[in-house]
């Protein structure tokens, strides 16, 4: 091969040379790009991310931290609750004492009449019949477990009677039928 050929074969080679030193330095061009702006990118991404999520996620916790709120008031009415029917349960010893109490008020009341009746008898030589003597004598065993319609109406009688005072006391007249009224509910106990 002579020198000429030599020469002419070179500048080729350079060619050639010049694109692979060409290519090889853009795709390490590239890839320093790429290495220097992922990073960012994925901050940028990450970023975006953030502000999309962060409004539902605080909307969350708010309406999170107002159910518990709920949830603890609503505890606290159970609990009262609870106690309550407690009371309500270790309540019936009272109300067994108080239809003990009625009894006897009953009976101590009968033997007050009675000693209205005996006295009555003593002052007023008349002769009464037998049965008014006889029952006089008697005592009344009832049976309590069914009270409080008769209590109720009592006291409804006793309601009207306080209001109808209070209205005759302010205009200034006595009542002249709250007697017969407390007579009428004293007999419907007997």
Do not use: W
């Not at 050929?5 to 070179?10: D, V």
């Not at 996620?57 to 009415?77: A, M, N, S, T, Y």
């Amino acid at each position: 091969m002579s020198p000429h050929n030599n020469k002419y074969t070179a500048p080729s080679q350079n060619n050639d040379l010049n694109v692979k030193v060409k290519k090889s330095s853009e795709k390490l061009s590239e890839n320093i790009h790429i290495v220097a702006n992922d990073p960012s990118l994925a901050f940028f991404r990450i970023q975006e991310h953030v502000r999309k999520v962060i409004q539902p996620i605080l909307d969350k916790r708010i309406e999170v931290i107002e159910l518990q709120k709920d949830l603890q008031g609503h505890c606290f009415d159970m609990e009262y609750a609870v106690k309550s029917m407690k009371d309500i349960e270790s309540s019936g010893a009272i109300f067994a004492n108080i239809q003990d109490m009625v009894k006897n008020s009953i009976f101590l009341k009968q033997q007050l009449r009675y000693e209205e009746v005996k006295n009555k008898m003593d002052k007023e030589p008349t002769k009464s019949s037998m049965y008014k003597r006889f029952s006089a004598h008697l005592t009344l065993d009832l049976d309590f477990t069914d009270i409080t319609g008769v209590m109720r109406e009592t006291s409804h009688r006793m309601e009207s009677i306080m209001s109808s005072n209070r209205e005759n006391t302010s205009s200034g007249s006595v009542p002249s039928t709250s007697v017969g009224e407390l007579q009428r509910s004293h007999t419907t106990l007997h």
